[in-house]
C-alpha cells in the first residue's frame, strides 16, 4: 500500500508556480521523500529528493516541514510541457530500494 | 552514456503464450527492478536483482512470472501462459548501487496487450 496521499490531480496555467502537497503521516525516521514525474508513455523520473527542511535543483524545490508528516512540490513557471503525473514517494534509507508508487498527482498546464 | 533500453517497446500475445521483456541496464549499474503500471495506476514493484541474484520477489505473482539478471546480458522478465489481466506497461529500472541516495533510472517500458 502507498504510504503517501496527494490530490488525484490539478490544473495550472503556463507561467503560474505549481505547489503540490503530499500527505505522509506515518514516515519513518528513516524514510525520505522523493518526488518523480511522468509523461505518457514514458517511465518515470527523478525530480527530487529531501529529508527535512528545504531542498531546490534546477526544476523544483521541495519544502518538508519540521513534523515531516507532509511536503510540498514547488514547480516554478510551469509550462506546457510539465503536464504530466507527479509521484510522492516515502523511500527508506539503505533499503532494498523498492519504491511504492501511490496514484499521483495529474498536472494539466493549460495555455 | 545510453539509458536504461527495454524491448520490444510492444508485445502483443494471445492467451496461453509466453511473453518475454527484455531490460539492459544503465552501464555499470548492477541493480535492477521491474514494476508494472496498469492503466490509470501507479507503478507496482514486482522484484528486485543484482546480478545473477534475486534480492526481492515480493511484489511477483508466485505463479507464472519469474525474472533473471544473468552475468552477461540483459535482464529477463518472464510471463508463461499469459492472461488478459497481464496487459499492463512493465518497467525496468536499474541504479549503481542499492539505498536511498542512489537514483532509480527507469526505461520506456513495455507494453504488453494480451488478446
Known amino acids: 500500500l502507498a504510504k503517501t496521499t496527494q490530490p488525484i490531480s490539478m490544473d495550472s496555467y503556463e507561467g503560474q508556480e505549481v505547489n503540490i502537497t503530499c500527505s505522509h503521516n506515518n514516515i519513518a525516521t528513516n524514510d525520505y521523500i522523493t518526488w518523480y514525474q511522468q509523461f505518457p508513455s514514458q517511465g518515470p523520473r527523478f525530480i527530487i529528493q529531501?529529508?527535512?527542511t528545504k531542498v531546490t535543483n534546477e526544476v523544483a524545490s521541495l519544502f518538508i516541514p519540521a513534523d515531516r508528516k507532509s511536503s510540498t512540490l514547488s514547480l516554478p513557471r510551469v509550462s506546457l510541457s510539465d503536464t504530466a503525473v507527479y509521484y510522492c514517494?516515502?523511500?527508506?534509507?539503505?533499503?532494498?530500494?523498492?519504491?511504492?508508487f501511490g496514484g499521483g498527482t495529474r498536472l494539466m498546464v493549460k495555455p | 552514456n545510453a539509458g536504461v533500453m527495454q524491448n520490444p517497446r510492444h508485445l502483443v500475445r494471445r492467451r496461453g503464450q509466453e511473453a518475454r521483456l527484455r531490460c539492459s541496464p544503465m552501464k555499470g549499474h548492477s541493480h535492477v527492478y521491474w514494476y508494472r503500471q496498469l492503466p490509470e495506476e501507479g507503478l507496482k514493484f514486482m522484484v528486485y536483482l543484482q546480478k545473477e541474484n534475486i534480492i526481492d520477489e515480493s511484489g511477483m505473482p508466485k505463479e507464472r512470472f519469474s525474472a533473471e539478471f544473468p552475468k552477461e546480458g540483459p535482464s529477463i522478465l518472464r510471463i508463461q501462459q499469459v492472461v488478459r489481466g497481464d496487459s499492463a506497461a512493465y518497467f525496468c529500472?536499474?541504479?549503481?548501487?542499492?539505498?536511498?541516495?542512489?537514483?532509480?533510472?527507469f526505461g520506456p517500458g513495455t507494453r504488453l496487450t494480451v488478446l
Open positions: 529500472a536499474s541504479s549503481l548501487d542499492r539505498g536511498v541516495d542512489n537514483e532509480q533510472f
Open positions: 514517494l516515502t523511500v527508506e534509507f539503505n533499503a532494498g530500494n523498492m519504491l511504492t
Open positions: 529531501g529529508y527535512k
